[in-house]
């Protein structure tokens, strides 16, 4: 065959029956091999539970629920967690599973391959596993749609008491950081309570309220001071006035009822007078003075009394000198006290003006102060009435209110394999055998290089063709021909048998 010659379905066919016995001999070969393993391959029956996803049974505008995720989520969490080694190595032993030895590890893995999950719709999914045994089958579906349903329930509620736990950790925390800034906020209030803005009005009246008070304090400070110097006036004119006089041969009626200082200063003058023309030893003289002693006398007891009495200053000489006196130290004890209390009043005005003036500038540290403060509050608010819900959802969770998985098709037992399918695989061995034969038939003879026909000859050589010789069949042919034959006779069984050794050592990891 020249390989080099286009590609003719004729030749091709030709040589297809040039090998028709390495043809037959391969699919005989695979066909027995498909036939064999649809044989030996165990029955797997398939038992199937179908769980439904039932929403929960309080309304969600009531309680709403702490888990959010989606439904394919969730399913695939818990089948993680299903699917652990731990929880399938339980199942393992509880039904003895794969009894057949073995690793654990390799047991869990072909426990894995057997668990069929399918997610039919957004609230229903099916469970399916398949076993050599039906009844096996059927309880091992049921039990894992039992820790579905466990698992799906702890889950939730874990969830729940979870949100529940870190809501109220969180409240803690801000409640602690609320009473830090509560005291900082009330110490700020109380350093400066008296320049809040709450205090401006109250400020401003007791201002105006200082103000109105010294405008008549002033008032009357200016009255009194005009009385004053009237007063001082009188007393100058007062003190211009001689005191009293008394001739000789005046009634004493009249100088007994002088005060004792004028009576001393009458005696005195007489005395005077008298020692002029008479001596000491005079009666008159001795009279004046022993009367003058005695006057002196109740001048001083007078002052005694007046000391006892608290009084501080001595007798005035007349009578309305006293007067005037007394009323313009009256005076001046009002003015100094007047004086006083402008002062008071000034001080008070001052003090209470910086504390309107300090008020917006108190305004505006207060808001940074409260700032805080306030954002913290309503945080603490909310996650409060989120601490509310969320127990409410817990206590849902623990009463098994809340979104549940319910089992609407438990798992049956099965009554036919589901696998292997026999007629598809002697089929399929067939197909496959009858397709290698094929395939090795071309190339072998896509190698071979030999002329079959004039035809090969002519597009190997570029001579023209004489004449041709038919095959002739001789003994010595017969006899390779059988000898070939045979070789692929024997040929086919060794390969057969290969292959049902190697089918019977490694089938089982691939079917």
Same mark, same amino acid.
Request: proline content about 5%; cysteine-free.
């Given at each position: 065959?020249?390989p080099?010659?286009?590609?003719?379905?004729?030749?091709?066919?030709? /040589?297809?029956?040039?090998?028709?016995?390495?043809?037959?001999?391969?699919?005989?070969? !695979?066909?027995?091999?498909?036939?064999? !393993?649809?044989?030996?391959?165990?029955?797997?029956?398939?038992?199937?539970?179908?769980?439904?996803?039932?929403?929960?049974?309080?309304?969600?505008?009531? !309680?709403?629920?702490?888990?959010?995720?989606?439904?394919?989520?969730?399913?695939?969490?818990?089948?993680?967690?299903?699917?652990?080694?731990?929880?399938?190595?339980? =199942?393992?032993?509880?039904?003895?599973?794969?009894?057949?030895?073995?690793?654990?590890?390799d047991?869990? @893995?072909?426990?894995?391959?057997?668990i069929?999950l399918?997610?039919?719709?957004?609230?229903?999914?099916?469970?399916?596993?398949?076993?050599?045994?039906?009844?096996?089958?059927?309880?091992?579906?049921?039990?894992?749609?039992?820790?579905?349903?466990?698992?799906?329930?702890?889950?939730? %509620?874990?969830?729940?008491?979870?949100?529940?736990?870190?809501?109220?950790?969180?409240?803690?925390?801000?409640?602690k950081?609320?009473? %830090?800034? %509560?005291?900082?906020v009330?110490?700020? $209030?109380?350093?400066?309570?008296?320049?809040?803005? &709450?205090?401006?009005?109250?400020?401003?009246?007791?201002?105006?309220?200082?103000?109105?008070?010294?405008? @008549?304090?002033?008032?009357?400070?200016?009255?009194?001071?005009?009385?004053?110097?009237?007063?001082?006036?009188?007393?100058?004119?007062?003190?211009?006035?001689?005191?009293?006089?008394?001739?000789?041969?005046?009634?004493?009626?009249? =100088?007994?009822?002088?005060?004792?200082?004028?009576?001393?200063?009458?005696?005195?003058? %007489?005395?005077?007078?008298?020692?002029?023309?008479?001596?000491?030893?005079?009666? &008159?003289?001795?009279?004046?003075?022993?009367?003058?002693a005695?006057?002196? $006398?109740?001048?001083?007891?007078?002052?005694? $009394?007046?000391? $006892?009495?608290?009084?501080?200053k001595?007798?005035?000489e007349?009578? #309305?000198?006293?007067?005037?006196?007394?009323?313009?130290?009256?005076?001046?004890?009002?003015?100094?006290?007047?004086?006083?209390?402008?002062?008071?009043?000034r001080?008070? =005005?001052?003090?209470?003006?910086?504390?309107?003036?300090?008020?917006?500038?108190?305004?505006?540290e207060?808001?940074?102060?409260?700032?805080?403060?306030?954002?913290?509050?309503?945080?603490?608010?909310?996650?409060?009435?989120?601490?509310?819900?969320?127990?409410?959802?817990? +206590?849902?969770?623990?009463?098994?209110?809340?979104?549940?998985?319910? !089992?609407?098709?438990?798992? +049956?037992?099965? #009554?036919?394999?589901?696998k292997?399918?026999?007629?598809?695989?002697?089929?399929?061995?067939?197909?496959? /055998?009858?397709?290698?034969?094929?395939?090795?038939?071309?190339?072998?003879?896509?190698? &071979?290089?030999?002329?079959?026909?004039?035809?090969?000859?002519?597009?190997?050589?570029?001579?023209?063709?004489?004449?041709?010789?038919?095959?002739?069949?001789?003994?010595?042919?017969v006899?390779?021909?059988?000898?070939?034959?045979?070789?692929?006779?024997?040929?086919?069984? /060794?390969?057969?048998?290969?292959?049902?050794?190697?089918?019977?050592?490694? @089938?089982?990891?691939?079917?």
């Amino acid at each position: 065959m020249n390989p080099t010659g286009d590609l003719d379905f004729a030749k091709i066919f030709h /040589g297809f029956y040039r090998h028709k016995g390495l043809v037959f001999a391969v699919s005989i070969v !695979v066909f027995l091999l498909a036939a064999y !393993v649809a044989a030996t391959m165990p029955n797997v029956y398939r038992s199937s539970t179908l769980i439904l996803i039932t929403p929960q049974r309080v309304p969600a505008n009531f !309680v709403a629920p702490t888990v959010t995720s989606g439904i394919s989520e969730r399913i695939n969490a818990i089948t993680q967690e299903i699917l652990s080694r731990t929880r399938l190595e339980s =199942i393992i032993k509880e039904f003895g599973l794969f009894s057949g030895g073995g690793a654990m590890e390799d047991r869990v @893995g072909s426990f894995r391959k057997n668990i069929r999950l399918d997610i039919r719709r957004n609230d229903a999914f099916q469970i399916s596993f398949d076993s050599a045994n039906p009844e096996t089958a059927m309880k091992v579906a049921n039990r894992l749609a039992s820790l579905f349903i466990e698992q799906n329930l702890q889950v939730r %509620e874990q969830q729940a008491i979870g949100t529940t736990n870190f809501i109220n950790s969180e409240a803690e925390r801000l409640r602690k950081e609320l009473e %830090e800034q %509560e005291s900082l906020v009330t110490h700020y $209030k109380i350093n400066n309570r008296f320049e809040l803005p &709450d205090q401006l009005d109250a400020n401003l009246r007791i201002v105006e309220q200082l103000r109105d008070e010294l405008k @008549g304090n002033l008032a009357t400070a200016a009255s009194m001071q005009e009385r004053l110097g009237s007063l001082q006036k009188q007393l100058i004119e007062a003190n211009a006035t001689p005191p009293p006089t008394v001739r000789p041969g005046e009634s004493d009626i009249r =100088i007994s009822n002088l005060p004792a200082n004028q009576k001393i200063q009458i005696r005195q003058k %007489e005395l005077e007078s008298l020692l002029i023309r008479y001596s000491e030893k005079h009666p &008159d003289v001795r009279r004046l003075r022993a009367e003058i002693a005695v006057i002196q $006398k109740e001048l001083e007891e007078e002052r005694e $009394k007046a000391k $006892k009495s608290g009084a501080a200053k001595a007798p005035a000489e007349n009578p #309305l000198k006293q007067i005037i006196e007394e009323q313009i130290d009256s005076l001046k004890s009002s003015l100094n006290a007047i004086q006083a209390s402008n002062a008071e009043v000034r001080n008070s =005005i001052a003090v209470h003006q910086k504390r309107v003036e300090n008020t917006p500038l108190r305004s505006i540290e207060l808001t940074k102060v409260t700032r805080t403060y306030d954002i913290t509050l309503r945080k603490y608010q909310d996650l409060l009435a989120k601490g509310l819900e969320s127990q409410l959802s817990e +206590n849902l969770e623990k009463k098994q209110k809340g979104e549940q998985f319910q !089992v609407i098709d438990p798992a +049956n037992l099965p #009554l036919s394999p589901v696998k292997p399918n026999r007629p598809f695989i002697l089929l399929g061995g067939l197909i496959a /055998g009858i397709i290698g034969g094929l395939a090795l038939a071309f190339l072998w003879d896509l190698v &071979d290089r030999s002329f079959k026909n004039s035809d090969d000859l002519a597009g190997f050589v570029d001579l023209p063709i004489l004449a041709t010789i038919p095959t002739i069949v001789t003994r010595g042919a017969v006899l390779e021909r059988r000898r070939a034959q045979g070789l692929l006779g024997i040929s086919t069984l /060794g390969v057969l048998l290969v292959g049902l050794i190697l089918v019977r050592l490694f @089938g089982a990891r691939f079917f």
